[in-house]
């Protein structure tokens, strides 16, 4: 029987007689992290400032972009072996890719937190409809507990076990259940007739949609490091996850608009237009947007403290519920645009350096090694680092003298330039 996943050092490259998953597999992961009831949420901010089919552009052109990226930043793992965060070291350095690690860690438990309070308000709202009782503590307990335990065993055994057997079945099922209601209650010729209030921008929309896969950039290696080879890691995670964004980022706009806008409407609206059997289904998929937050999160921290993952997610775990049961759903759209302004230019940086400055070739015995190809200066690559932080500071830049332009995208292409042209002024070493 094949050794737990949480054994392999997210600094050792997976060896090849454990790389498993083919197309099939990262078409389920993806299309099924893909879908969600953030992912719903994050459409209905799109209207009514866009008109829908405003928002339906924005969804396409934003989908194709983060897609794009995502999937290559899937090919630096299924490249290497190495986690996501153990593939920034040629880039940063030893020590400087601690900072991300640690930026990621933070980023993941805030992710988990909203997810298992995002159910936790889906639940209860079911509950409360159908049984006319409400206990959100039990169901925020219920999904943390859920979602830690999936993450304890891992993505092989999560992807093989649950998704490829019934999961993403179910998945289908509830999302094209909330589809057919969609076209049978509703007025699609008058809701795209409707005209959009003009409060959000057509390039702030696309930033907006390009920020949902971009937020999975800092840990899809942790799962293509499994893959069979980069081409089917790519095409697994191209298809799935542009399938899952497009479908669900538009039903998300089209409710959304048609129940009058917010975030307690939308919910009402897809729970009282007889899609509640298939809310509740998306609902108990969910629970896998959490087990990957967790299961990450403890994978970067393991790049630092050398702790089993396993071990580390349980703690994690435990944090995301506490915070879920202290903390309030409130309107995260500034969290979704703060992940992008750090890790998009960041992963310019990585795929520039994978497959423009390495060629796709990492020496993976030095990814740890003090004093070897990636120790650089005192373990940071200045390269890597200054290039980080002209993106940065560029989505910032683009963010407040123009923000209608959409500011994700050129602080990614302003990062991967810079660092560039600081490689080429002076080579590296390796």
């Not at 829908?52 to 793992?77: D, K, R």
């Not at 409809?129 to 830690?148: E, H, I, K």
């Not at 893959?227 to 542009?242: D, E, I, N, V």
């Not at 609902?283 to 937050?293: G, H, K, M, S, V």
Request: charged content about 10%; overall charge positive; some cysteine.
């Amino acid at each position: 029987m094949a050794t737990p996943d949480d054994s392999y050092d997210p600094l050792t490259p997976v060896p090849a007689i454990r790389r498993i998953f083919a197309t099939g597999d990262a078409f389920s992961l993806w299309f099924s992290l893909g879908i969600g009831l953030l992912v719903l949420q994050a459409g209905a901010f799109l209207v009514p400032g866009l008109s829908l089919p405003q928002a339906l552009a924005a969804i396409l052109v934003g989908s194709l972009l983060g897609v794009l990226l995502l999937s290559l930043a899937g090919v630096v793992g299924a490249d290497t072996g190495l986690s996501a965060i153990a593939s920034l070291r040629p880039a940063l350095g030893v020590r400087g890719a601690a900072i991300p690690a640690v930026l990621n860690a933070v980023q993941l438990t805030g992710w988990g937190a909203f997810e298992i309070i995002a159910m936790r308000e889906a639940a209860d709202a079911l509950a409360k409809q159908t049984f006319g009782v409400s206990n959100p503590l039990a169901w925020t307990l219920l999904f943390g507990a859920l979602a830690t335990a999936l993450a304890v065993i891992g993505p092989v055994s999560f992807v093989r076990r649950f998704l490829r057997a019934w999961g993403l079945w179910l998945l289908l099922a509830g999302a094209a259940w909330l589809s057919w209601k969609l076209l049978a209650d509703y007025d699609l010729r008058a809701l795209m007739a409707k005209a959009g209030t003009g409060e959000m921008s057509f390039g702030a929309g696309v930033d907006l949609v390009v920020a949902m896969p971009l937020s999975w950039l800092p840990l899809i290696a942790d799962y293509s490091r499994f893959g069979r080879s980069p081409r089917q890691m790519f095409r697994g995670t191209a298809a799935g996850y542009l399938l899952a964004n497009i479908w669900f980022f538009s039903l998300g706009a089209c409710y959304a608009l048609a129940s009058g806008g917010g975030d307690g409407m939308l919910l009402s609206a897809l729970a009282a237009a007889g899609g509640g059997v298939a809310l509740l289904m998306i609902l108990i998929d969910e629970t896998d947007n959490t087990f990957a937050d967790i299961h990450s999160a403890a994978v970067s921290t393991a790049t630092l403290v050398r702790a089993r993952p396993a071990r580390l997610a349980i703690g994690y775990g435990l944090i995301c519920t506490a915070i879920a049961v202290a903390a309030p759903l409130a309107r995260y759209e500034g969290f979704l645009l703060l992940i992008g302004s750090v890790f998009a230019p960041l992963f310019g940086v990585l795929l520039t350096d994978h497959f423009i400055v390495r060629r796709r070739a990492v020496e993976a015995d030095d990814i740890d090694l003090k004093g070897g190809a990636y120790w650089f200066q005192g373990g940071f690559s200045a390269r890597g680092l200054a290039a980080w932080i002209v993106g940065i500071a560029a989505y910032q830049a683009v963010t407040r003298l123009a923000p209608g332009l959409g500011a994700t995208l050129p602080a990614l292409v302003v990062a991967a330039v810079t660092y560039l042209l600081l490689t080429t002024v002076r080579p590296r070493r390796s």
